[in-house]
Nanobody, 117 residues
Framework: VQLQASGGGLVQPGGSLRLSCAAS????????MGWYRQALGKQRDPVASITSGETTFYADSVKGRFAISRDNAKTREYTVYLQMNGLKPEDTAVYYC?????????WGQGTQVTVSS
């Protein structure tokens, strides 16, 4: 199982970024995909996720600002996106995408999101 993450970068407060994460290497008939984030010196916390049945979860700190979605194109069905709007300095962290399937977590490489003026 491999996860390829992209997006992230430096943005000013109030700005937007979009992260994407593509899973490959298996047939993930039942899965949850999403992101955790880890700020410097802090633990890794869940941010948002979406199940194969399209049930979504959001951390309280990002509700109303972040939106997770999945790609419905057949060739990209294991790709999810995290649209992040209204970014705040406290959103600064390394974001890790994940897939939970067949009882296991798999992680992508982290991508840095920095919100600063």
């Amino acid at each position: 199982v491999q996860l390829q993450a992209s997006g992230g970068g430096l943005v000013q407060p109030g700005g937007s970024l979009r992260l994407s994460c593509a899973a490959s290497g298996s047939n993930f008939s039942t899965r949850t995909m999403g992101w955790y984030r880890q700020a410097l010196g802090k633990q890794r916390d869940p941010v948002a996720s979406i199940t194969s049945g399209e049930t979504t979860f959001y951390a309280d700190s990002v509700k109303g600002r972040f939106a997770i979605s999945r790609d419905n194109a057949k060739t990209r069905e294991y790709t999810v996106y995290l649209q992040m709007n209204g970014l705040k300095p406290e959103d600064t962290a390394v974001y890790y995408c994940f897939i939970f399937t067949s009882g296991r977590f798999y992680w992508g490489q982290g991508t840095q999101v920095t919100v600063s003026s």
